[in-house]
């Protein structure tokens, strides 16, 4: 089954870790899908980081993928209607990273809309969406949808909001942000990605992973393993 590889957390706030990256990436034959924060955390806006945005452009002009991926990239503090599962969502399972995962329609639809004109703004289409942490509240997929957006993904699934079709797809990924969950996913990434013969699978790469030599190094060995079959877009996994 095909291997789509992306590269998370594209933002000037990770300039040195996205070279490092895509620096690992083409020396085993992959050309890895952009998923583009317009202003991370608030403090990283693209339209201040004119060489960045030329990078980006350079890049999709040789056939990388961009996709949107969240606006802040961070769920706020205080969630006015914060139930406890949504307590969880965002501060255990994503650290609140998970900006999509409870907002508002009105509010997801306007954070879409912004994050398209910033893209455009900087010369960049994107063929689809990705959360942060991969969590998307109700209505999402239909914003999505309504937008002609022909890709997105969740923990499960690769989905085409357009046509409302969907397909179970493994994601392999490394939680480098506590050291405990590091060894885990390691461990569980050796193991998932033998569902490659069932699933497709998406490889998905962070800033934080290249901090640490053994995540670089499996990060190294997950893209040598994808490349027999790289998928060329997150939609060619449907
Ligand atoms: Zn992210």
Partial sequence: MPVHVSLHDVSPAFEPEVERMLELCHARGSRPALLVVPDYHGRAPLGDA?????????????????????????????????????????????????????????????RLDDGARVLAECGLSPSGFVPPAWSMGPGVLELLGERGYRYTEDHLFVYDPASRRRRPSVVLNFASRSPGRLFSTVAYCRVAKYARVALPARVALHPGDMRFKLLVDEARDLVGWASGDLAPTGAALL
């Fill in 50 to 110: 004119p060489a960045f945005v030329d990078r980006l452009r350079a890049l999709a002009a040789s056939g990388h993928e961009i996709l949107l991926h969240g606006f802040f990239h961070r769920a706020e503090a205080s969630d006015p209607s914060g139930a406890a599962t949504r307590f969880f969502r965002q501060r255990v399972v994503s650290a609140g990273e998970a900006e999509f995962a409870s907002l508002p329609a009105e509010e997801a639809a306007r």
